[in-house]
């Protein structure tokens, strides 16, 4: 075969090979950016020039013979697949460790693909310098894998898998083990199947032992991420009996607190019969408007509490909140939670806007704690495609607003200033977030709003 003609099919073979993990991305982080565009012309240009150049140094390598060296090979396989995770981190915005796991996947489906079409097509190895063997050789590569892999990637989206990824990407300590195992991947086909084939097996074999492996890679990214998913369901278990808990306590807090109401009234209602037989009706007033408010802040403070509490169907967030709220009413701080509509979830991490919230409610929290007035307003708003977290609280110290995100920076000495640092280095990595920091009437505001349907 000619420079060319290798050269046009290596062409073939790396645009290929970058829409199909651009078919995986999509499944995996559509769903997490809907709306973004991904075809911009700057990255078009880029994954042309990328194209070109694989092509042209796996045309060169197959050339000089070291396509023929296992240590060659492995190291293309690795150069191609960080290659099309650039692409993929270029096209979704994404970090790189989230599209390299993309490319692994869909790396691990092509070859599950080739070895099963392979099979299908020819009973051993193939010699290029034939002709009707290199029209075999092409008509795989180019029709029987590409048919075997979109069916294969079918059937795990119905399987759900795409789903799985982003369970198992909520989960770092996992995933990041699950990376490691799937990264060996290029190596145990190559030099597993240089074994198999330098022991005298043949080709055929060889590729169902390679199927086999394969498989198992796949049902260990499986089995990691229902594993994942049944500890995740183990803790929102564990969230609604904490809940419930909760509700149980408030419950007969408002309960003790309805008795002593109900204990005291004859005596309350004595006094204002009196009060109302002499005329004194400012008085009666000014009786009534102190019950009235005793109440309100003993029971109908908990009983809107709660009411609004029930609008975060979101069992992560739920969950932060009842804890600071247990935290909060420990230390003699009242909370005022309001979620305007219900909020259900939103496109941003689940672990990381837990530690985002987190830390706003904390540095609230820190600012207020010990204050006779102590006081912190948390509010959830989801409207027009717009997910608003705000967190108020009083401010007792002067802050520079523009120093707030510098890493050691507090107005509460040495060893501090790490959360607002660590928020900032969060939010860095989205593009459909935007922080809000301001200063009104003796008040610090910090909301985050978050974009679900960006318009880019």
């Known amino acids: 075969m000619s420079f060319l003609e290798i050269f046009a099919y290596n062409i073939y073979a790396s645009f290929f090979g970058v829409v199909t993990a651009s078919c995986v991305g999509v499944a995996v982080l559509k769903s997490m950016h809907p709306g973004r565009r991904i075809c911009r012309p700057g990255k078009i240009f880029f994954t042309a020039v990328y194209i070109v150049v694989l092509a042209f140094a796996a045309t060169l390598s197959y050339k000089m013979g070291l396509l023929k060296m296992t240590a060659s090979e492995v190291l293309l396989s690795y150069v191609t697949l960080m290659g099309n995770a650039v692409c993929i981190s270029r096209f979704f915005e994404e970090r790189f460790q989230i599209c390299w796991g993309i490319v692994l996947f869909d790396g691990i489906t092509k070859e599950f693909a080739t070895a ?259 006081r912190v307003h948390i509010m959830i708003s989801c409207q027009e495609g717009v997910t608003t977290f705000r967190v108020k609280n009083k401010l007792y110290h002067k802050v520079d607003i523009h120093k707030i995100w510098q890493q050691g920076y507090s107005t509460k000495g040495a060893e501090r200033g790490i959360g607002l640092a660590s928020y900032k280095k969060i939010l860095n990595n989205y593009h459909n977030v935007l922080p809000v920091t301001a200063v009104e009437e003796g008040d610090f505001i910090q909301e985050l709003k978050i974009q679900e349907r960006s318009g880019r």
């Not at 290029?128 to 059937?155: D, H, K, S």
């Not at 509490?309 to 247990?326: A, D, H, P, Q, R």
């Open 116 to 374: 099963v079409s392979f099979i299908l097509i020819s009973d051993g190895a193939l010699n290029l310098r034939v002709q009707e063997e290199r029209m075999l050789y092409f008509f795989g590569n180019t029709v029987a894998v590409p048919v075997f892999i979109f069916l294969f990637l079918f059937l795990f989206y119905k399987m759900g898998l795409g789903e799985v990824y982003c369970q198992w990407m909520e989960h770092r300590d996992s995933w990041s083990r699950g990376l490691i195992c799937l990264s060996a991947y290029p190596v145990l086909l190559n030099v597993g199947g240089s074994f198999l084939m330098g022991r005298g097996i043949n080709r055929n074999n060889s590729l169902i032992i390679t199927f086999i492996a394969i498989f198992l890679l796949l049902l260990l990214f499986n089995y990691m991420g229902r594993e994942v998913q049944q500890g995740k369901e183990f803790a929102a278990q564990q969230l609604i009996l904490k809940q419930q808990n909760v509700y149980i306590d408030t419950l007969e807090e408002m309960q003790e607190e309805m008795r002593r109401f109900r204990h005291d009234y004859k005596n309350m209602m004595s006094g204002m019969y009196l009060k109302a037989k002499e005329g004194e009706l400012l008085e009666i007033q000014e009786f009534i408007q102190e019950m009235t408010e005793d109440f309100d802040s003993q029971i109908g403070g908990r009983i809107r509490q709660m009411s609004q509490l029930t609008n975060v169907y979101m069992t992560e967030i739920k969950g932060l909140l009842l804890v600071k709220l247990s935290e909060m009413k420990k230390e003699g701080t009242a909370c005022e939670l309001e979620v305007m509509n219900p909020f259900y979830g939103t496109q941003f991490r689940t672990t990381d806007l837990c530690r985002c919230l987190g830390i706003l409610i904390d540095n609230a929290m820190d600012e207020v704690r010990g204050r006779a007035d102590a």
